[in-house]
């Protein structure tokens, strides 16, 4: 099934390696065989891609993403989530527990692996809670969970308010070795907040969310990490201020990971202007200078991975007053576009950049999937290959996701994903992509 | 009370680069109006109770410089008043419209007067039927007539003037254009052919 | 104190008559953060002409004979609903009016779904007055008929600030280097937003000032976002050299979310008072939108002296409304 492929002339970037050259990569049986200068000798039967101009790097993985089923298959579901995934470039993807039922216990996990394994197109891994229905009161079974396959633990956009139940919370992780992604929010200082607290939210009469009902909570969680050892990731960092308690407390030897959206790098609070509820999203957009902090923290690794926190929404559900919509983004089918943004004004290298995307979230998951996000021979041959150079015009009409919630639409970017290889097989290919033997 | 609006010069787009024929000079322009003076004192045997209104735009110099010559030999004070019949007219959604309306401004009520509507081209009879709902609304004169500088004919209503400075028989396809030195620095009347519409 | 009445000195001084559209360009009005200072000129105008028409015995013109006038409102507010009825009356236009209770809304119909109604109805302009900031912006993209904001959430009440605007005309020559102080709640005001917009675009130098509480968020480098405006929590800076003073409805239940300590501390510190009108400028007048809270916002002596001109902004509000909907009736934004 998995027929012999050989990639020529990409430039095959590696950070697992610190590899950055340009050559053919070849992979058979679904795994990477070779990467060499030039490769002459293929096996019989061999698909042929040229990649000349192209990069050519491991799969992305995306740590923070909501494909909405169980219980909101209107909006997205697996099939339908993976498939957005895959044109993004990712080749695995970790879902989110606000799904209803939550994803709590054993039963719920092991659905969400049968429904992967016969329609995803690529690896989803899924996520579990840390309290029973996210609800911050008792523990969930994290014992059992571990079992079932999950590879982190969230509330999601729950944050545990009660400081005593989430310094339980990773005390209990501890025995999992399960990292606890923190959605930080202090819900009483952002209640009935739209948007970023400031001019723009002045100027539009909508209640405004502080800096402070994220940085509240993850100094406090910051301390309770510091407290107990356990490994906390934090989820969509959107402040300078954030970013400044996160690089202390690496600098203090807290065992502490951090995320960034695609969208919180690239985007401010000005989107919501005219009141584009597609720009209502949680954390919200910042300021300038909340995104100059953040790229300098992606640069200095206080920011570790970029995820892409994919909410999806059905037209109907943003359709609507701006207080009434709710947050979220569908960001797969624009994320690498957005990304390229930072590359390509200097902000950040390539290399970096592809490491958020691949090496990186694949050690925050854990040893058990030290064969993700790499091209080192014999690994499963999860591939992206994108054009760096390629300037499109986003169209939600053309998205893959049930979730057209993007304030990207009609923006024009530069870089796209060509072509998307799960375990050797092609799962996503760009029109403009010709294939030889 | 509000200042007014500086509006940008003539905005009338009535191609001043066209073919045209002037159909009455300053002098004749004067002479008609003291005529026409002369004329409304006969008629209603007196001036008093006479209002004259001038129909904006170019009704309201044409209602002073009436008043002014009635004043000259009466010896008595001619109340003018302004109407802008704007929110009166039939077309407020078609092309143009609506106009900046300035207020109505009539000096006394209109309660037993005789009102002179005053206006510079008497057309489609549109306008004044504008005009005389407009003063209706006012109150109960004693009589309503209309004094017109020009009467061209083509009438859509059925509607007269009662005083007519002059008669021009004129096509459709052509524009009859009053200018008065209050708003356009000279006095004449011309004939010109219709500009094409704008897009 | 009573308006200069003006009206009767005529100026037989007269410009050409032109179209509306060389100077307004608004299908709808949904804020006053887009007008330009000649579309504000000219609702001012427009305005004294239907303020004329309200001193007839008969104040009735048949200017929108055939439109269709709907008001929607999703918060009761019997004081503008009337104020745009009347108006609408006033231009001979039909009016119908849907009030939506919270209870159809918790329904799920969509603001959207009653639109698409009230067209089907044959709306030509809606009014709508909505909870939520924003929902006009939303309704205009939706719809084809015109969209009149009647007040969104802590938004806009375009409307408001025009007919506050008209009402210092009747007193001040210009709005131009006007100093015009706002005291109380400014954050939750969509009155204030929009009379910020109005008053600085026309010149005005603009004085905000209220507990720290109950000010925006930002204002230390608004541009180019929300105009500049002086900020101050001291209520005798504000009114010092004032020449105008508006006060704001507070809302009583700011005290129990913990914006204010209690609506006693709130009148000692921020009530406009006769002794605190001493500092402003001779001819200060003091206006507010109403309701008022005698007694918390404004004295009662104050609100009802010979400098409050509270009560002539409720006429001047059917003027502007009808204004409004001359300028918004016709014209080829319609087409």
Redesign the interface.
């Known amino acids: 099934m998995n027929k012999p492929m050989l990639i020529k002339n990409g430039r095959i970037i590696d950070p697992s390696q610190n590899l950055d050259v340009i050559g053919d990569l070849l992979m058979t049986d679904g795994a990477i065989k070779e990467i060499a200068s030039d490769i002459k000798k293929m096996p019989t039967d061999c698909t042929i891609l040229d990649a000349k101009g192209m990069i050519v790097c491991p799969g992305f993985i995306d740590l923070h993403c909501h494909l909405r089923q169980p219980g909101f298959e209107e909006k997205e579901t697996i099939a339908t989530g993976s498939k957005a995934a895959a044109k993004g470039g990712f080749t695995t993807i970790c879902c989110m527990p606000n799904t209803d039922p939550a994803l709590d216990n054993k039963a719920t996990i092991d659905f969400i692996k049968a429904t992967a394994a016969s329609e995803a197109c690529i690896r989803v891994l899924p996520i579990g809670c840390i309290t029973k229905s996210r609800a911050g009161k008792e523990l969930a079974d994290m014992g059992e969970l571990a079992e079932a396959g999950v590879v982190a633990l969230s509330d999601d956009g729950s944050t545990i308010a009660d400081s005593r139940i989430m310094k339980q919370a990773l005390e209990y992780s501890l025995i999992f070795g399960l990292p606890i992604s923190d959605h930080c929010e202090d819900a009483m200082l952002s209640e009935g907040g739209q948007i970023n607290e400031g001019i723009i939210a002045t100027r539009l009469g909508l209640k405004g969310i502080p800096n402070a009902a994220e940085e509240n909570v993850i100094a406090r969680d910051i301390a309770l990490a510091k407290l107990t050892g356990a490994r906390i990731h934090i989820c969509h960092i959107s402040s300078e201020g954030s970013v400044e308690l996160v690089r202390n407390a690496k600098k203090d030897g807290v065992n502490i990971t951090a995320e960034v959206t695609p969208h919180h790098l690239t985007m401010d609070e000005e989107m919501v202007l005219d009141f584009d509820t597609n720009a209502k999203v949680n954390p919200p957009l910042r300021t300038q200078k909340d995104i100059a902090a953040l790229v300098a923290g992606l640069k200095d690794n206080t920011i570790d991975i970029i995820a892409t926190d994919h909410a999806p929404h059905t037209d109907n559900d943003k359709l609507c007053e701006f207080a009434v919509a709710p947050f979220g983004i569908s960001g797969f089918e624009t994320a690498m576009g957005s990304l390229m943004k930072l590359v390509h004004n200097g902000d950040i290298e390539i290399n970096l950049l592809i490491s958020k995307l691949t090496a990186v979230p694949a050690k925050i998951i854990g040893s058990k999937f030290s064969n993700l996000g790499t091209l080192k021979q014999g690994t499963a041959a999860d591939i992206t290959i994108f054009d760096p150079d390629t300037e499109w015009t986003v169209d939600v009409k053309d998205f893959y996701s049930k979730g057209r919630n993007t304030p990207l639409n009609g923006h024009k970017l530069k870089g796209r994903v060509m072509t998307t290889i799960y375990n050797g097989k092609i799962v996503y290919k760009d029109n403009s992509v010709k294939l030889g033997v | ?5 500086p ?2 010069g ?3 787009v009535r191609g001043f680069f066209m073919a045209k024929k002037v159909i009455m000079t300053e002098a004749d322009i004067k002479r008609t109006i003291a005529r026409i003076s002369h004329e409304i004192v006969e008629r209603n045997k007196s001036s008093e109770n006479i209002i004259l209104v ?1 129909m ?2 170019r009704g ?2 044409l209602a ?1 410089r009436l008043a002014s010559n009635i004043e000259s030999f009466e010896e008595m004070r001619i109340p ?3 109407l ?1 019949f ?4 039939d077309d ?14 009539i ?1 006394s009520s209109v309660d037993g007067k005789v009102i002179v509507l005053v206006d510079d081209v008497l057309y489609t009879g549109r306008s004044a039927r504008a005009a005389l ?2 003063i209706i ?3 109960r004169p004693l009589s309503i007539q209309l004094a017109v500088l020009v009467d061209r004919g083509h009438r859509e209503l059925p509607i007269r003037a009662d005083y007519v400075g002059k008669n021009i028989p004129s096509s459709k396809d052509e524009e009859i254009e009053v200018r008065l030195t ?2 356009d620095e000279i006095d004449e009347v011309a004939i010109i052919p219709k500009p094409g519409r704008e897009g | 104190m009573e308006a200069v009445e003006q009206i009767k000195a005529i100026d037989l001084k007269d410009e050409n008559a032109q179209p509306v559209q060389k100077i307004w360009k608004h299908k709808h009005i949904l804020d006053l953060d887009d007008f330009t200072p000649s579309e504000i000129d000219l609702v001012m105008q427009t305005t004294a002409a239907m303020h004329e028409i309200l001193s007839r015995p008969i104040k009735k013109v048949p200017t929108l004979r055939g439109k269709t006038v709907v008001t929607l409102f999703y918060e009761a507010s019997t004081r503008t609903r009337s104020s745009f009825e009347l108006a609408a009356k006033n231009l001979s236009a039909d009016i119908s009016n849907l009030t939506v209770s919270s209870s159809s809304v918790t329904k799920g119909e969509s603001l959207i779904d009653t639109l698409e109604t009230m067209e089907a109805l044959g709306a030509d302009i809606i009014v709508i007055r909505h909870l939520n900031s924003g929902a006009p912006n939303l309704a205009s993209k939706h719809v084809k008929a015109s969209i009149i904001n009647a007040g969104d959430g802590w938004h806009a009440h375009p409307t408001q600030a025009l007919l506050d605007m008209y009402t210092i005309l009747k007193y001040k020559k210009s709005i131009k280097n006007l100093k015009v102080t706002i005291i109380g709640d400014i954050i939750h005001s969509r009155v204030a937003h929009s009379n910020i917009w109005s008053l600085t675009k026309m010149g005005a130098d603009v004085t905000i000032c209220g507990p720290s509480t109950l000010l925006p968020k930002g204002m230390d480098n608004p541009l180019p976002y929300f105009p500049k405006v002086r900020v101050t929590t001291n209520i005798n800076d504000a009114i010092k050299d004032a020449d105008v003073v508006m006060g704001l409805r507070l809302q009583l239940e700011r005290q129990q979310s913990g914006l204010l300590s209690s609506i006693r501390e709130y009148a000692r510190l921020y009530q406009i008072t006769e002794e605190r009108l001493l500092k402003a400028n001779k001819g200060v007048i003091v206006m507010h939108p109403g309701p008022v809270n005698e007694d918390v916002e404004i004295a009662s002596t104050v609100a009802h002296g010979d400098k409050s001109v509270i009560n002539e902004q409720v006429t001047n509000g059917v003027a502007v409304r009808m204004a409004l909907f001359y300028l918004l009736a016709g014209g080829s934004h319609n087409e």
């Open positions: 009370m509000y200042a007014g609006l509006l940008a003539n905005v009338t001038g904006r735009t309201v110099p002073k003018v008043g302004i802008d704007s929110l009166y007219r407020i959604s078609s092309r143009d419209i609506p106009l900046v309306i300035k207020s109505t401004n000096p709902d407009a609304d006012l109150g209050e708003t």
